[in-house]
């Protein structure tokens, strides 16, 4: 009862949950969500007001703005999903190594680190783009090489934390190996950073995303993804402004639900800081406060 109390008063949970849930519905069953294809024009209606026949409306070629945006939502989260996740085990794995064992190897990876995050994740992502060329699998690739560094450094300070405690002092002791220590009771004990953290970057994936989309660094036409209708639709901004003005509101909706998502799993899973911010105390510094990526 004590828990479902808790969740029933995580407002941004609840909310951020919703919106998560409902774009992921969108996502995965936006062939059946609309009678139009993602290209299918229709020069009569095309630049059409939003109405019961094209709920957003059309762009200049006559195309469903409501399938497009549909379809780019599954392109956005799978980009962002897939990125995150491997940036995650990738950041998993050397916070874990490195917060565990320390010496030179920690100081080497470290520096990596810090060399990463000493460059703006936008600016980043489109030199690594700029080399590899465009297209799904080098933005998401992109992306990995952009997120991988936070989750290390949350990682190691969790791990550091977590090694000087008795229960892993104790289970050393009884002959636990390290490869034991590790998996079995340093990890689960810093799963909840790891979660919140992710899920938190899945937003802040999305931004960039559709911002190298934008830009002309990401995915390119005719994909319909939010960043390149985004685009599109500015040069229509002062006789059509329906057309960027959807595609923001989807990137904008879609980011608030993992960010409310993210604050809402923090809340959830560490209760000493929500009672701290009820008080109207400073609130603990979360996983994402960790980063020191220059923005």
Excluded at 98 to 123: S, T
Excluded at 127 to 134: F, I, K, T, Y
Excluded at 195 to 210: N, Q
Excluded at 268 to 284: H, N, S
Aim: overall charge positive; charged content about 15%.
């Amino acid at each position: 009862m004590t828990a479902l109390r808790r969740l029933g008063s995580n407002l941004p949970l609840l909310v951020g949950g919703l919106i998560v849930v409902a774009i992921l519905f969108i996502a995965i069953f936006h062939p059946w969500l609309s009678p139009y294809g993602p290209e299918q024009m229709d020069m009569r209606n095309r630049l059409a007001l939003p109405s019961a026949a094209h709920w957003l409306g059309t762009d200049n070629f006559g195309r469903d703005l409501w399938t497009r945006l549909a379809h780019g939502a599954a392109i956005s989260l799978s980009i962002a999903l897939g990125s995150v996740a491997v940036a995650a085990a990738i950041g998993t794995l050397i916070g874990l190594v490195c917060g565990y064992h320390g010496g030179w190897l920690d100081l080497i990876l470290m520096r990596i680190v810090d060399l990463f995050l000493g460059f703006p994740a936008l600016i980043l992502a489109m030199a690594l783009v700029a080399v590899l060329g465009p297209g799904a699998v080098n933005v998401a690739i992109a992306l990995v090489a952009v997120f991988w560094t936070e989750f290390a450094r949350v990682v190691r300070a969790a791990v550091m934390a977590e090694r000087q405690r008795d229960y892993v002092r104790s289970a050393l002791a009884l002959g636990a190996s390290d490869a034991r220590v590790i998996l079995v009771h340093i990890l689960p004990n810093t799963l909840g950073p790891i979660v919140v953290l992710a899920t938190l970057a899945i937003g802040t994936a999305i931004v960039a995303e559709s911002g190298l989309s934008f830009l002309g660094f990401g995915v390119q036409p005719p994909a319909p993804t939010w960043g390149w209708t985004l685009a599109y639709g500015m040069r229509f901004l002062r006789s059509d402004p329906w057309l960027c003005t959807v595609a923001g509101l989807a990137i904008m909706i879609t980011v608030l639900g993992f960010n409310l998502l993210g604050d809402g799993l923090r809340d959830l899973l560490d209760p000493r800081g929500m009672t701290r911010r009820g008080e109207g105390a400073t609130p603990a510094a979360g996983p994402d406060s960790s980063s020191g990526r220059a923005s």
